[in-house]
């Protein structure tokens, strides 16, 4: 390297002498801070950039975060995470499917229904996992994938949605919360086997859960209802998930998927 093309380790740039650092090649510790950072800020192991498994599992803990930010203390999911990695997995070719787990108590519900909508209109297939509670408007979120799966000791809290702050004593109150409602139903239901009569009946149920309607539904019931489409765990979720990618992928001339 001729020596004055460098000045203090920089690089000269053109006759204003400016320069500018050499390019700096990510060292292993470099490598593991950025997982570390995925971990914390997304509890991820990983970026659907990166990585060399070709399915991205995302996790969806603790309470959906809307437009409000919540308490410290409180364990959440920020929309504004999911939705741009979703897109990410879309675009990147190295990425053939997504395994969301779901152990959320709910949360905002238009930030719900928002991440739902997005794991719906993903082109690769796309598996779900309950492990634990998918409660409130986890259901969409648990019901929009391709398949899904929850584990025997899951259960899923299907309740009226419910609104906290200022409410305005009025009939348009009423009518726009009647509104929202049906976004919820329409959504479970068109993604979902299970029938509108079935989903209200366990929505205004009383008597089911303390202090509120609704019904907790259980791992097998909720396969049973045809909310869910199977009992299992992450074994079957990748087991499902690997078959729907191996079925996308083209058959070559001599009977080999490529």
């Known amino acids: 390297m001729d020596k004055d093309q460098w000045t203090t380790g920089k690089r000269r740039t053109g006759l204003t002498g400016e320069t500018e650092a050499p390019p700096t090649i990510p060292t292993e510790d470099g490598k593991k801070a950025a997982v570390t950072e995925a971990i914390q800020q997304l509890g991820q192991t990983g970026l659907p ?18 437009h409000l930010v919540l308490p410290p203390q409180n364990k959440t999911t920020k929309y504004e995470h999911m939705i741009p990695q979703l897109v990410a997995a879309e675009q990147n070719p190295r990425i053939e499917g997504l395994l969301i787990i779901l152990n959320t108590v709910g949360g905002d519900v238009e930030a719900g229904l928002a991440i739902a909508e997005m794991i719906a209109s993903l082109s690769k ?7 634990g509670g998918g ?14 799966i929850i584990a025997e000791s899951a259960t ?15 009939p348009q109150t009423f009518e726009y919360m009647e509104k929202m409602q049906e976004r919820v139903v329409r959504f479970v239901t068109s993604h ?60 070559s001339p001599g009977g080999i998927t490529q």
Do not use: W
Not at 125 to 131: G, H, L, Q, S
């Open 192 to 251: 979902s086997g299970i029938t509108e009569e079935r989903f209200k009946n366990l929505m205004f149920a009383t008597g089911e859960l303390n202090r509120d309607i609704g019904t907790a539904v259980s791992g097998v019931d909720a396969v049973k209802y045809g909310l869910m489409d199977e009992v299992g765990g992450i074994g079957q979720a990748l087991s499902r998930l690997n078959s729907m990618i191996a079925e996308r992928k083209p058959i």
């Open 125 to 131: 297939p796309t598996v779900t996992v309950v492990i």
């Open 49 to 66: 950039n990166g990585g060399e498994s070709n399915v991205f599992c995302m996790t969806i803990i603790g309470q959906i975060e809307g």
């Open 156 to 170: 899923m809290t299907i309740h009226p949605i419910r609104m906290s702050g200022l409410v305005i004593g009025v």
């Open 135 to 148: 409660h409130s408007i986890g259901v969409p979120i648990a019901v929009a994938a391709d398949h899904s």
